[in-house]
């Protein structure tokens, strides 16, 4: 298993503005995902965040938007840049563990409101 | 690309009723599907998951789930449930790249 920690675990955020949300993860993993649930709907991949090399975008998702980091195989950052309220949502960062399982591990999420 | 499918949006039983929830994926090639839950406030929890082997997979709180491969369906079902099973419920899959995509979920609700 894998216990992941996400911060800010909500926030309320001005229009126009760009916040920057932090994954830690107790071990280091293969896979890291972030997601995002907007109110009362699934889950949607935004990107595959890769160690050391660029994310992998989702379609209809964009680097400029929401870039990524990666620096190592515990951490990731996704930033939400320049954001309007159609952003409100709640971003996950999830993760696959090496043991070969594919299940995937979900962090308590980061509730963002945008005004 | 891949894609999942849940029909039901929302689903109002009675405790001690029997469940199934749908669930279809497209994929043409060998994939690994799951059942997540959401219970109200909480983060995501898995239910169970489907590799390889019987296609008859149980998972935690009596649930299981069965892959037909025939109909591209992993439907989940409980024989009896109970009011503490009202949750959302996502079905998802995985392919050979590994990234998980998920259905638009089921909300269970049991009238106690």
């Known amino acids: 298993s894998a216990v992941i920690s996400q911060k800010p675990s909500r926030d309320i955020c001005q229009r126009g503005t760009s916040l920057t949300i932090q994954c830690q993860v107790d071990s280091q993993v293969t896979m890291m995902f972030w997601y995002r649930q907007q109110p009362g709907q699934s889950l949607t991949l935004i990107a595959t965040a890769n160690q050391g090399s660029e994310a992998t975008y989702e379609s209809g998702f964009v680097i400029d938007k929401f870039p990524i980091s990666r620096p190592n195989l515990t951490f990731s950052t996704l930033t939400v840049s320049n954001m309007s309220p159609e952003d409100s949502s709640i971003y996950l960062c999830?993760?696959?563990?090496?043991?070969?399982?594919?299940?995937?591990?979900f962090g308590e999420g980061s509730r963002l409101t945008v005004l | 690309a891949q894609s999942v499918s849940q029909h039901n949006h929302h689903v109002i039983l009675s405790e001690a009723a029997s469940l199934e929830l749908g669930c279809n994926y497209s994929y043409g090639g060998t994939v690994n599907l799951f059942w997540y839950v959401q219970y109200p406030g909480q983060h995501l929890q898995l239910l169970l998951k489907?590799?390889?082997?019987?296609?008859l997979v149980k998972g935690i709180k009596g649930f299981e789930a069965e892959f037909i491969k025939s109909k591209f369906s992993f439907n989940l079902r409980k024989p009896s449930v109970q009011w503490s099973d009202t949750a959302e419920y996502f079905c998802a899959v995985s392919s050979s790249a590994s990234k998980i995509i998920f259905g638009s979920g089921t909300r269970l609700s049991i009238r106690p």
């Open positions: 489907y590799f390889s082997g019987d296609p």
């Open positions: 999830s993760v696959v563990t090496g043991a070969g399982t594919g299940e995937l591990f």
